[in-house]
């Protein structure tokens, strides 16, 4: 049966582009992102993840984002997928499996040094190996202030070097910072925020420097965290526990400016007879190693398999459509940042300076 991964080449031209390979293994164009399976103030049911995580495989979708900061020491991603290996044991060689980690649970600050990367890595892959799966990609989640990047990547290569780690990745780095990062090691890939909301890596070097060393980047959050589904209407739609309360682009002043882009996004999903999501990740695709950029992933998270479905069912668009969404882009000015508080400070940061 062609699942709608194969589909979704087809009908974005990606059939026609060599395959995407993560540490030597080919993964889909459309990848899933575990963080809503553990990270929210209520959970589903290991039931209800199983059955979405299963569906995201029967669909193709096999390159899995996760995090050990995805919850907390107790229980976040990891355990979650050792649980479902342990149920699924014939599944750990069909996914591809990414972690993001390196980072302290008590107030989520990064933590870079050689210490931590070697804990943080053995985490990772001792809870794995429990159900007989390998760790294919490491991902160091944020930048330390405190250690320059080259010490945190001498200290994963070891893993690499010994074959107990597939790869390596970073995150809301700087250019300056993966450039450094890849005279250290092979730099497998680069998980940073896209979508038609969020294109800050198409203008302050990250896609070029990616480009550039044949880096794949990530795309996490390509629905803008639900709010290009249109699904969110208003932000009292989110609930007070709900991270997206504290973000500047879903407050109270910035909500209904924001909203604009939806709208527009909405008028050709209509005229697509999609979702405005689907418009959405479609366009991510469309623009994945095209116009000076590098492969794009993205990594919908979907609790349902109801949304699984609707995440991998990417839609056709012609080139005047993508030339149409740019145009729009250009067109609107997005309102707010994308973190804020100490967050903030965080995004594509540059690490400090290595004194040898």
């Not at 972690?99 to 210490?115: L, T």
């Not at 407050?251 to 709208?263: D, G, R, T, W």
């Not at 999903?269 to 623009?287: D, N, R």
């Not at 398999?305 to 609107?332: C, H």
Request: glycine share 10%; proline share 5%.
């Amino acid at each position: 049966m062609t699942s709608i991964i194969d589909k979704a080449k087809a009908t974005v031209g990606m059939s026609t582009k060599p395959a995407i390979k993560l540490t030597g293994q080919e993964v889909s164009p459309i990848g899933y992102g575990l963080m809503g399976l553990t990270w929210r103030a209520n959970p589903p049911s290991q039931d209800q993840s199983f059955t979405a995580m299963k569906e995201a495989l029967a669909q193709g979708s096999n390159f899995w984002n996760g995090g050990e900061i995805y919850g907390n020491a107790s229980r976040n991603s990891l355990h979650l997928l050792q649980e479902y290996f342990t149920e699924y044991p014939g599944d750990a060689k069909k996914v591809v499996i990414c972690i993001k980690g390196g980072c302290v649970y008590d107030g989520m600050k990064p933590d870079g040094s050689a210490e931590n990367t070697r804990r943080s890595i053995q985490e990772c892959i001792d809870i794995l190996g429990k159900a007989g799966k390998k760790l294919d990609l490491w991902e160091s989640a944020r930048v330390d202030q405190e250690t320059p990047i080259e010490i945190t990547m001498r200290a994963a290569k070891e893993f690499v070097d010994a074959g107990k780690l597939g790869g390596i990745s970073l995150s809301e780095c700087s250019a300056k910072t993966i450039r450094r990062a890849a005279k250290e090691v092979k730099i497998d890939a680069v998980e940073v925020e896209f979508s038609l909301w969020a294109t800050e890596i198409i203008d302050n070097g990250i896609a070029e420097a990616c480009k550039e060393l044949d880096i794949p980047i990530v795309a996490y959050s390509p629905l803008g965290r639900g709010f290009l589904t249109g699904q969110i209407k208003n932000p009292d739609d989110l609930e007070d526990s709900d991270i997206r309360k504290h973000m500047p682009r879903f407050s109270m002043e910035n909500f209904p400016k924001n909203l604009e882009l939806v709208k527009e996004v909405e008028k050709i999903a209509e005229k697509k007879g999609c979702t405005p999501g689907q418009v959405g990740i479609s366009w991510i695709l469309a623009k994945s190693g095209k116009d000076g950029l590098p492969t794009i992933i993205p990594i919908p998270g979907s609790t349902t398999v109801e949304r699984v479905r609707e995440n991998v069912g990417a839609i056709e668009l012609s080139e005047n459509n993508v030339k149409e969404i740019d145009s729009l882009l250009a067109s609107i000015d997005i309102q707010g940042g994308r973190y804020g508080g100490h967050l903030a400070t965080m995004e594509f940061s540059d690490s400090p300076p290595l004194r040898e």
